[in-house]
């Protein structure tokens, strides 16, 4: 097996130990599964499942499809030629299959399950180009599969999924299965906050909200004078509808049985920066009950920069009981290439950083937890990712009065493929009457996901699960 | 037709059923939280089905829940789960299975049976009596707290009338704000209890429970560990949150409150025991824990804070008088309150005395708690 492949099957295997029965992971770990080339796979002649990976995967995604699988669809793309011989069965049928079975009881995928998900998990999008947006940040419009409508597509959880029902179903009646009866486990939601304004009276917020009474001259409308109440009670009150938050929040998940960590920014002030300063984060520290996480929100300045990291780092830890084991970057600040190795060389265990700014989706196709391959060893670096998966307002502006339609249907389908969906909330917009679109929605979203039957994990909770 | 007690096995049909008439989706996990008490340690359950030909077509249940007086703890029963499938209805259902469960009460000792309804009719024919209306104790937050407010009555305001409440609520909010401002025991200064949240059912709950008795008199729900336990924090619907007043080691009062799923905020419990040699009294806890309840439910992203006022227990008179002055309103709109006293009532002390009785929203056995 190459490095590569032995990347993926512990990925796999990792993924499946956290969000399947025990049972499911057994069944995987005792199958036949072999990673070969597609020559190799198409002359094996025994049950086992057999993953061609020598063929290469164009990054734009090619011909994607739909599978009916386990309640849901699953949406493949970059489909392998069909085998030439007769005596191989497309499953569960020739218009879209899933699989090829040839009657000796050899299953191999019908489309590039390797390349795709190992180049989804290695950020192969971002790595072959070069755009980015203002603030050096990889955006979702930037992606090929969101001009192909695919960012919402769990292809790591739904590869992974097919994977253990063709696993199943080979142990059953020597042939794939498309469902996964008991084996999946309840979807899990990793719920977390980015603590970037806590008191509402600093002085960008206040010129922000002066700016917004104006902005309508500019288009020959009328002032908006209601923001100067924002002002004013923000001025008398500056912890109302922020730090405030913080504890509502906490009682909230706390009523569903849920936890989340809190991201807290600190260091540097200005537009971009820690704008509510640092005083108040050993009363948020306080707050924050023992079984939430509380890691760091690393701050605009310190993107690949040691010596800023380091000193936002150490104050935190200076306060932080246990110190910082997890974080997420300020306005997702990441580079594919360097954050992570940066980031572990810090004692970083678990980082939510790769999140679109712009669009709600999958960035590494991985609704869930992985470790980043490390190209140089050929092997996992030392860290977690958990790909952040919605923000709050992004959601909100992306899907409108669908959002929470929106948020059910990809619960539900993790619900039926397995996974995990990190969904950050800030303080700031939880119950703020000044952001009148998003008043309560936080509260229906954890309303779906008790209907849905949710577990909620931290970061270091999930991550150390497998 | 048959009426009989559920038999094993049948409890996912039961759900179906209420699933089904309602239009629902409690869970199976959420129908044996009702039903299968983690107290009462009976094999057989009192949940009473009507069974045609194999479906079930009618049920009604009694959740058994301890309560205390000052004689001790006894049992008694809310009554819950009353339904009968439309095409169904006139067949005396109803009677036959509360027949059924009225002699489970009588030979398994659950001394009354207690309920809240709108209909009344029903359950007068039965021998309920209907000993006192709920009415509610609340505090608005936002002007968005009038749709379900008036959602309960079933009735349409119009737009006009709309604007008329929505007026009227923001006057009352600041009000309410004003109130709060000047009563709140930040300002009064007042600092000799320790707030902690609670995480688990409180080892002294029980004690407390004994000792509110002690000092308030009547009877309520024996709140115990076991109770707490099962009832707030193995809720699968809504976990409360318990804010408790400890002085030194001793608990000395607790508030639980929710934020329901439309959106207002639910003043579920509330106990508070003080002994006489302290430098504080109930009127100055209750305070502080009422107000807990505002600043939290506030927090939460409620658009109001309500809870009930049932009768005038002592401890009720408090509570309405305490909260009064922090800025709630007392609004006189609930449901009947159903009871049916059983063989076993006439060992209680003033057993047909349900003013002394003392009701929280934590009766509701459901949701809340």
Redesign the interface.
């Given at each position: 097996m190459t490095r590569a492949a032995e990347y993926l099957w512990i990925q796999i295997r990792d993924h499946v130990s956290r969000f399947f029965s025990k049972e499911a992971t057994t069944l995987l770990e005792s199958s036949r599964i072999i990673f070969a080339s597609y020559d190799q796979a198409m002359h094996t002649r025994q049950p086992a499942v057999v993953i061609p990976i020598d063929i290469p995967a164009p990054v734009e995604p090619n011909t994607p499809y739909r599978v009916p699988f386990n309640g849901t669809h699953l949406t493949p793309w970059n489909p392998l030629p069909a085998p030439s011989q007769g005596e191989w069965q497309a499953l569960p049928d020739a218009s879209a299959p899933l699989w090829y079975r040839h009657q000796a009881g050899t299953i191999t995928p019908a489309w590039n399950l390797f390349a795709n998900l190992f180049d989804l998990l290695t950020f192969r999008e971002e790595r072959e180009s070069q755009a980015r947006d203002c603030h050096g940040r990889f955006v979702a419009r930037f992606s090929p599969r969101y001009r192909e409508g695919l960012l919402e597509v769990p292809a790591f959880n739904e590869g992974a999924a097919a994977l253990v029902a063709a696993c199943a179903g080979l142990r059953r009646n020597g042939s794939p299965a498309f469902d996964l009866e008991d084996l999946v486990g309840p979807p899990v939601a990793v719920l977390s906050h980015d603590c970037d304004i806590l008191a509402g009276n600093d002085i960008w917020t206040q010129l922000i909200r002066a700016h917004r009474i104006v902005q309508p001259l500019k288009r020959a409308r009328l002032p908006r004078p209601g923001n100067l109440w924002w002002m004013i009670s923000n001025a008398i009150l500056p912890k109302r509808f922020y730090f405030?938050?913080v504890?509502?929040?906490i009682?909230?998940e706390?009523?569903?049985?849920y936890t989340s960590s809190f991201y807290l920014l600190n260091g540097s002030g200005g537009r971009y920066g820690a704008r509510s300063g640092s005083k108040l984060l050993p009363d948020l520290i306080e707050a924050v009950?023992e079984?939430w996480d509380i890691g760091m929100h690393y701050n605009y300045d310190t993107h690949l920069h040691h010596e800023r990291f380091q000193t936002q780092l150490d104050e935190l830890n200076a306060i932080v009981p246990g110190g910082i084991k997890c974080g997420r970057a300020h306005y997702f600040r990441f580079d594919s290439k360097k954050s992570l190795p940066f980031l572990e060389s810090f004692g970083i265990e678990c980082d939510e950083s790769a999140g679109y700014s712009d669009r709600i989706g999958y960035r590494c196709g991985i609704g869930g937890c992985f470790q980043p391959y490390d190209a140089a060893s050929g092997k996992a670096l030392n860290i977690y990712e958990i790909p952040a998966v919605i923000m709050d307002t992004t959601l909100v502006d992306q899907y409108g009065e669908k959002s929470l339609a929106r948020f059910r249907y990809l619960m539900n389908h993790l619900g039926c493929i397995g996974g995990a969906l990190s969904l950050i909330f800030h303080p700031g917009n939880?119950?703020n009457?000044e952001l009148r679109r998003m008043?309560?929605i936080?509260?229906k979203l954890l309303?779906e996901c008790?209907?849905l039957?949710v577990q909620s994990q931290t970061p270091l909770a999930l991550a150390i699960s497998a | 037709m048959n009426v009989r007690l559920i038999a094993e096995g049948e409890a996912e049909a039961c759900n179906d059923f209420y699933n089904r008439i309602y239009g629902k989706?409690r869970?199976l996990r959420q129908w044996k939280w009702d039903f299968y008490s983690t107290i009462y340690n009976n094999p057989r359950i009192p949940f009473a089905v009507v069974e045609d030909g194999g479906k079930i077509v009618g049920t009604q249940a009694f959740i058994p829940i301890r309560m205390i007086d000052e004689d001790g703890v006894f049992w008694t029963a809310k009554s819950e789960e009353t339904l009968v499938d439309h095409n169904y209805r006139g067949k005396k259902l109803f009677e036959q299975m509360y027949q059924l469960l009225f002699d489970y009460a009588n030979k398994n000792g659950l001394a009354y049976i207690w309920g809240f309804t709108p209909a009344t009719r029903a359950f007068k024919r039965l021998g309920f009596v209907i000993p006192a209306v709920t009415s509610q104790i609340f505090y608005p937050f936002?002007r968005?707290s009038i749709p379900p407010l008036l959602e309960r009555t079933g009735k349409d305001p119009g737009l006009v009338k709309s604007g008329l409440f929505g007026i009227g609520c923001n006057l009352a909010r600041m009000v309410s704000s004003l109130r709060f401002a000047l009563n709140n025991p930040m300002r009064a200064g007042f600092s000799g209890l320790e707030l902690r949240?609670l995480?688990s059912a409180p080892e002294d709950a029980g004690h407390l429970c004994e000792r509110f008795i002690r000092q308030w008199g009547g009877v309520t729900i024996y709140r115990d560990t076991a109770y707490l336990r099962w009832r707030i924090f193995q809720n699968p619907?809504?976990?409360?949150?318990m804010r408790a007043a400890y002085d030194g080691d001793q608990l000395v009062g607790y508030i639980a409150y929710?934020?329901g799923?439309d959106?207002m905020g639910y003043l579920v419990d509330l106990m508070i025991a003080v002994s006489e040699d302290k430098s504080y009294d109930a009127n100055d806890v209750a305070r502080l824990l009422l107000s807990e309840a505002v600043i939290?439910t506030?927090?939460?992203?409620a658009h109001a804070i309500r809870g009930w006022r049932v009768n005038d227990h002592p401890f009720d008179a408090v509570i309405t008088r305490v909260a009064g002055s922090l800025g709630f309103y007392h609004i006189r709109k609930g449901h009947a309150v159903v009871l049916y006293c059983a063989r076993d009532a006439a060992k209680r002390k003033a057993s047909d005395q349900f003013g002394r009785w003392f009701v929280s929203r934590i009766y509701t056995e459901g949701v809340f708690g």
């Open positions: 405030d938050n504890t509502g929040m009682n909230l706390r009523e569903f049985g009950p079984q939880f119950h009457p008043l309560g936080y509260h309303i008790r209907q039957e | 989706k869970s936002s968005r949240t995480e619907y809504l976990r409360a949150v929710s934020l799923d959106g939290g506030r927090n939460m992203g």
